[in-house]
Nanobody, 120 residues
Framework: QVQLVESGGGLVQPGGSLRLSCAASGSIYSINHMGWYRQAPGKERELVATSAVGGRTNIADSMKGRFTISRDNAKNTLYLQMNSLKPEDTAVYYC??????????????WGQGTLVTVSS
């Protein structure tokens, strides 16, 4: 069984910082594309940032300069460093990964989400 487990969410004041982590575990041969998404109350899920296996990263325009995505391939872990947080960043943040299992099967997996609340 393969799973992604996010952590690091919580309550933070405007202007503060948080670092989210997403750890992949299970019968994983390799991890290709990984990304962070978020869904605010009453809104659709949106892309936050992505990380390709070759190291290329992409950050959504509204978060450029504030958010940084990184990954530790040895630990099968994806990170999202969020600085200068705003109330509109409040959302459930989800991790997604495209995996190759040891069986050779390709699989897309979502984490359960971690809540980030930005409020004074």
């Amino acid at each position: 069984q393969v799973q992604l487990v996010e952590s690091g969410g919580g309550l933070v004041q405007p202007g503060g910082s948080l670092r989210l982590s997403c750890a992949a575990s299970g019968s994983i041969y390799s991890i290709n594309h990984m990304g962070w998404y978020r869904q605010a109350p009453g809104k659709e899920r949106e892309l936050v940032a992505t990380s390709a296996v070759g190291g290329r990263t992409n950050i959504a325009d509204s978060m450029k300069g504030r958010f940084t995505i990184s990954r530790d391939n040895a630990k099968n872990t994806l990170y999202l460093q969020m600085n200068s947080l705003k109330p509109e960043d409040t959302a459930v943040y989800y991790c997604k990964a495209h995996l190759v299992l040891t069986s050779g099967r390709y699989l897309e997996v979502w984490g359960q989400g971690t809540l980030v609340t930005v409020s004074s």
